[in-house]
């Protein structure tokens, strides 16, 4: 596709409830990223694939965050038993090679936890 | 550790100049990037410093000094269409962004 696509836009979970979020990165992206941001604040790394292999997931917040990105394209973010804190915009950013290039953004997966 | 100081919120007039600054401490550095992010949106690519001096790209220039671990973005004939928010981010070591909480740009008529 053209750029970066994150679905769902919007995620409304219950508290304890799983969700997938969904990220196409530009085709042929070698660096996909995960980010969180809280309103107000600047993105918060949480996990980075090259291609099909997690070379970082050091930002995770908990063991209820896994990433992953099986054929080296399509990447999905799951987060188990939602909790409140959970509630943040999720973006993923991709670029084409390795080595600090310009980053494309997604628009974002906006979860809210009630 | 790593460190990334920017004011919180600047507001300018319509038509005039603004200055953001941004001074940074990383393990490592292999470049800055700018990035303008609008409410509800994502972050979009600005400009990329990574030797010393001014970048200029149309009304918007950035300005890099390594050894002062400073950079700033200049905004030039301000439009109602620059509140947003900017964002600074050093590539550390790992080439990975290190991101500031990003400065609240609001343009008044």
């Known amino acids: 596709g053209a750029g970066v696509s994150q679905s769902p836009r919007y995620k409304v979970a219950k508290r304890g409830q799983d969700v997938a979020l969904r990220c196409d990165p530009i085709?042929?992206?070698?660096?996909l990223f995960w980010y969180q941001q809280a309103l107000g604040q600047g993105p918060e790394f949480l996990t980075y694939?090259?291609?099909?292999?997690?070379?970082?997931k050091s930002g995770l917040p908990s063991d209820r965050f896994f990433a992953e990105r099986p054929e080296g394209s399509v990447s999905t973010l799951k987060i188990q038993r939602t909790q409140q804190e959970d509630s943040a915009v999720y973006l993923c950013a991709s670029s084409l090679n390795t080595g600090g290039e310009k980053l494309f953004f997604g628009s974002g997966t906006q979860l809210s936890v009630l | 550790g790593q460190n990334i100081d920017q004011p919180t919120e600047m507001t300018a007039t319509e038509g005039a100049i603004v200055q953001i600054n941004c001074t940074y401490q990383?393990?490592?550095?292999?470049?800055l990037f700018w990035y303008q992010q609008h409410a509800g949106e994502a972050p979009t690519f600005l400009s990329y410093n990574v030797l010393d001096g001014l970048e200029e790209k149309g009304r918007f220039s950035s300005f890099l000094s390594r050894s002062k671990g400073y950079s700033y973005l200049l905004l030039k004939e301000l439009q109602m269409k620059d509140s947003a928010s900017y964002l600074c981010a050093p590539l550390d070591s790992n080439y990975q962004l290190i991101w500031g909480a990003g400065t609240k740009l609001i343009i008044k008529p």
């Open positions: 990383t393990s490592g550095f292999n470049g």
């Open positions: 694939f090259q291609n099909e292999a997690q070379l970082d």
């Open positions: 085709s042929g992206h070698v660096s």
